[in-house]
């Protein structure tokens, strides 16, 4: 089941026990995934809490998103949030 977010509460997930981060409206939980992201666990724990989407399609296209974000989306941005 889908939640809704709000930046806020994505915040909160920014430590080693819970990591979440924001691309276009979707809010992904990258905590389990540390270990696997090619580029490394450093940048990914540096933007743990914030939205990502710059920095993700920046380094990243479509696909990478298409193959990883159905199993580590966890919600949906809140419509107010998206500012």
């Given at each position: 089941?889908?939640?809704?977010?709000?930046?806020?509460?994505?915040?909160?997930?920014?430590?080693?026990?819970?990591?979440?981060?924001?691309?276009?409206?979707?809010?992904?939980?990258?905590?389990?995934?540390?270990?696997?992201?090619?580029?490394?666990?450093?940048?990914?724990?540096?933007?743990?809490?914030?939205?990502?989407?710059?920095?993700?399609?920046?380094?990243?296209?479509?696909?990478?998103?298409?193959?990883?974000?159905?199993?580590?989306?966890?919600?949906?941005?809140a419509?107010?949030?998206?500012?």
């Amino acid at each position: 089941m889908s939640q809704t977010f709000t930046k806020s509460q994505v915040a909160e997930h920014k430590d080693d026990k819970s990591m979440y981060i924001i691309i276009d409206d979707g809010v992904y939980d990258i905590t389990n995934f540390l270990d696997d992201h090619p580029g490394g666990a450093k940048i990914l724990k540096r933007m743990a809490g914030k939205d990502a989407t710059k920095s993700f399609w920046k380094y990243h296209g479509k696909s990478v998103l298409e193959k990883y974000g159905t199993k580590l989306k966890v919600g949906t941005l809140a419509e107010s949030a998206k500012l």
